[in-house]
């Protein structure tokens, strides 16, 4: 079971990025509850926070639990306990299981506040991911989606999209799509480089990404509706969403840590590990997405945790399923690329952890104010830790990390006064 927190850090670097504090400060909170710095420290637990960083907890706008459909690759338990251990505290689902997320029972069934994470879910756009048919949005929302994506697959047809987009503007709430033209992706695999031609591999055009984007920018800034486009992995998007959002268009893109920190050239060999859909960029197109984070052209990171079994990993990058995990390795990964070789204010770098998100799906970031409630990752920023896929909360494995040396690391982790996740035992509780 959860417990409500009872803890006074003492002297960690506090970075809120909602209220553009960064500060050394005292954190105390009891039964839950974000005391003043000054407050009575009787009776809590009491931790030194030097070399510590206090944020609020992070936010995924992009998980795959594979629940129902797929329990071997991933559960809603193990996937919260996962994001718990990666420092989050809200994620939103994908609706891409099997049965698809195209009706309110499905939505309901994961709002439990018993999980170690908010999980926000999002529903179909069509019925069954099929893009003949409008699942029914209406019914979606009342039932609590938090947006509305067929991710997986691209909405291809325009008056579909209008109308979902109609719809998601009338009540608040965001489209994200899975911006791939099917027809142009043609069955590719991974982007053009000497691996793929030496092993024949079938090729994964950029152009399959960026007309996609051409088009959902041009039907967002027709309908005014929030609309994210998702998993960001070439540099000419980058720059067609930074032209958009000079021009008042309500676009966002998702950074995801390997879009940012892994090229196409980087790949070793025939290891599905690097195979994610849309695949891995080339060292221009990396470059580009690590100064749209910069710019803020990109708003907001998103891992795209995406669980496979061994066995389906094993069938090879032509064969294989596209995907990998990333709740555990996220914070890490991106710290290193963004704050450690891009020079990053960490004011900067939570936004797109915690605000970005939270604008994206029209509702206020977490903020660490006294007399909230708490909702925070304590990180720990001195001595790096090796990536040991044995360790990881999620039952999948399948990710390119192992042996990476990462800087920073969760510590403890705090969902709506309860703790979810600390770090010294490993134990979701």
């Avoid at 090879?316 to 990998?324: L, N, R, V, W």
Wanted: aromatic residues 6%.
């Amino acid at each position: 079971m959860c417990r409500s927190v009872n803890l006074a850090i003492r002297n960690v670097r506090l970075v809120d990025p909602a209220s553009g504090r960064d500060e050394v400060t005292d954190f105390v909170v009891r039964d839950g509850v974000i005391q003043p710095p000054g407050a009575n420290c009787t009776g809590l637990e009491l931790r030194n926070g030097e070399g510590c960083v206090v944020a609020p907890g992070l936010w995924d706008v992009h998980v795959h639990f594979r629940d129902p459909g797929n329990p071997a690759a991933e559960t809603t338990q193990t996937g919260a306990a996962a994001a718990a251990a990666g420092g989050f505290t809200h994620v939103v689902t994908m609706p891409n299981t099997s049965p698809a997320c195209d009706n309110a029972e499905q939505i309901r069934a994961q709002l439990d506040s018993s999980f170690p994470v908010r999980i926000l879910p999002s529903g179909c756009v069509t019925k069954g991911r099929a893009g003949e048919e409008l699942a029914a949005l209406a019914s979606l929302s009342d039932a609590g989606a938090s947006s509305f994506t067929d991710d997986g697959n691209m909405v291809v047809s325009d008056e579909l999209m209008v109308r979902a987009m109609a719809f998601a503007q009338s009540v608040g709430k965001p489209v994200m799509d899975h911006a791939v033209v099917p027809l142009i992706a043609q069955g590719g695999v991974i982007r053009d480089c000497p691996l793929a031609r030496e092993n024949g591999w079938r090729i994964f055009p950029p152009e399959a990404e960026v007309e996609a984007a051409k088009r959902d920018i041009r039907l967002c800034g027709q309908t005014g509706c929030r609309t994210d486009i998702q998993h960001i992995s070439c540099g000419e998007t980058v720059r067609l969403i930074r032209e958009a959002r000079a021009r008042g268009v309500p676009v966002t893109g998702e950074a995801t840590p390997h879009h940012l920190s892994i090229a196409v050239e980087d790949v070793p060999g025939d290891d599905a590990g690097y195979k994610m859909n849309p695949p891995l960029g080339t060292r221009g197109d990396v470059a580009a997405i690590r100064q749209g984070v910069l710019d803020g052209t990109l708003s907001l990171f998103a891992t795209d945790h995406a669980p496979h079994t061994a066995e389906s990993k094993a069938a090879g990058f032509a064969h294989a399923p596209f995907g990998i995990i990333g709740l555990e390795t996220a914070l890490g990964v991106t710290w290193r690329v963004m704050v450690d070789e891009m020079r990053m204010p960490p004011l900067d770098f939570f936004n797109r952890w915690v605000v970005g998100p939270a604008h994206l799906l029209g509702v206020a970031p977490t903020r660490l104010d006294a007399g909230n409630v708490a909702d925070f990752v304590l990180i720990g920023t001195r001595g790096p830790w090796t990536v040991d896929p044995s360790r990881f909360r999620s039952k999948s494995r399948n990710q390119p990390y192992t042996g990476w040396t990462l800087p920073v690391r969760p510590l403890l982790t705090v969902c709506e006064g309860r703790e979810t996740f600390r770090e010294k035992t490993g134990e979701q509780r």
